[in-house]
């Protein structure tokens, strides 16, 4: 039976980094009531299970990208219908900020497709950390590769996250980008944690990878050095033109296992529900939380792919009984 198979978490333990592969099968494999009431049990020992942490995501500069990563509409080789575009103003950017803030928002994203952010770039971005930090609102950043000299400089800035995600398993890996390798995606995780950023890095279910696939992602994310702070957890969304639109469409009870095991292996991260959202049912979206889901992004604006609108958010947390978490700085 699955229950002795995955022995009962302690859930006052320091969070481990030494999972075995076993171990997360094993909670996968748990009957699903016995895997969500687990899920929701560690949850709660550190979390109020009532709160949403809520994140707005803006695309500063948008397509043209020169990486091949299978799922991404911003990927130049792709014709997906996105024109490429250049890098924002600080000055918009802001009054994007501002509006999010209205709107809810406790952390400001800032996605650009760029396999790596030139110096001069990065001297615009750090103005944007600046302001960003100034409306009170956490900063977060994702730019592609990053040297140690440049975590660095954003650090320098005041950047609070780092998105940089794993996408998927190790093993399927190859099947979704021939451009960087994982060693690659580790190292610029490790320039990020030896910085002092918060590290945001999670992956995508749906492109076409088995379920042993989600045990080797949960499993790589949950053995890094130190468990993300945040983990984003990605339903695909397939945008015609992509390689990864092909596959099957996501199985929605795969995907809040994705999200239990996720809360149980990194019980003090925050997991986030992620791409996807639009069209996944209030009720799909209601089990994820269950599953110890503690982070969305919120409005329109997620990357280039639509997200649901900011009542229809409001609703469904009404319906819910639950309550965006508080700003971190008060205001
Ligand atoms: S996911 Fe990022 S790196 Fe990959 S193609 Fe899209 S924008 Fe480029």
């Given at each position: 039976m699955g229950v002795m198979n995955a022995p009962a978490p302690d859930l006052d333990a320091a969070p481990r980094t030494d999972w075995t592969r076993a171990e997360i099968a094993a909670l996968f494999a748990l009957p699903f009531p016995d895997l969500v009431f687990r899920a929701q049990s560690v949850h709660r020992r550190h979390f109020d299970p009532t709160q949403v942490q809520i994140s707005t995501l803006l695309s500063i500069k948008t397509g043209g990208c020169p990486?091949?990563?299978?799922?991404?509409?911003?990927?130049?080789?792709?014709?997906?219908?996105v024109r490429a575009g250049k890098l924002m103003d600080v000055d918009a950017v802001l009054a994007d900020a501002k509006r999010a803030r209205e709107a809810g928002a406790t952390r400001f994203c800032m996605g650009a497709a760029w396999r790596s952010p030139k110096d001069k770039d990065l001297d615009a971005v750090c103005e944007m950390v600046k302001g960003v930090k100034a409306l009170g609102l956490e900063s977060c950043v994702t730019l592609g590769m990053l040297t140690g000299a440049q975590a660095g400089r954003l650090k320098d800035a005041g950047l609070d996250y780092y998105n940089h995600n794993l996408d998927t398993s190790p093993d399927y890996y190859p099947h979704i980008i021939s451009t960087r390798t994982y060693q690659d995606r580790l190292d610029t995780l490790a320039h990020v944690r030896d910085a002092g950023i918060h590290v945001c890095c999670g992956g995508i279910v749906?492109?076409?990878?088995s379920a042993e696939d989600h045990v080797g992602m949960i499993h790589a994310l949950a053995t890094l050095p130190a468990h993300p702070e945040s983990v984003p957890i990605n339903a695909l969304v397939?945008?015609?033109?992509?390689?990864?639109?092909?596959?099957?469409?996501?199985?929605g009870i795969e995907f809040v296992r994705t999200i239990a095991v996720a809360r149980i292996a990194m019980p003090r991260s925050m997991v986030r529900l992620s791409?996807?959202?639009?069209?996944?049912s209030a009720e799909t979206q209601a089990l994820c939380f269950l599953a110890g889901a503690n982070s969305i992004f919120y409005g329109e604006k997620l990357l280039t792919t639509p997200n649901p609108a900011v009542d229809s958010d409001r609703a469904l947390f009404a319906r819910l009984g639950m309550r965006p978490m508080d700003a971190p700085t008060g205001h």
């Open positions: 990486e091949d990563c299978a799922y991404c509409p911003q990927a130049a080789q792709y014709d997906t219908g749906g492109m076409g990878e397939q945008v015609e033109g992509t390689p990864a639109a092909q596959g099957q469409a996501l199985d791409a996807g959202r639009e069209t996944m």
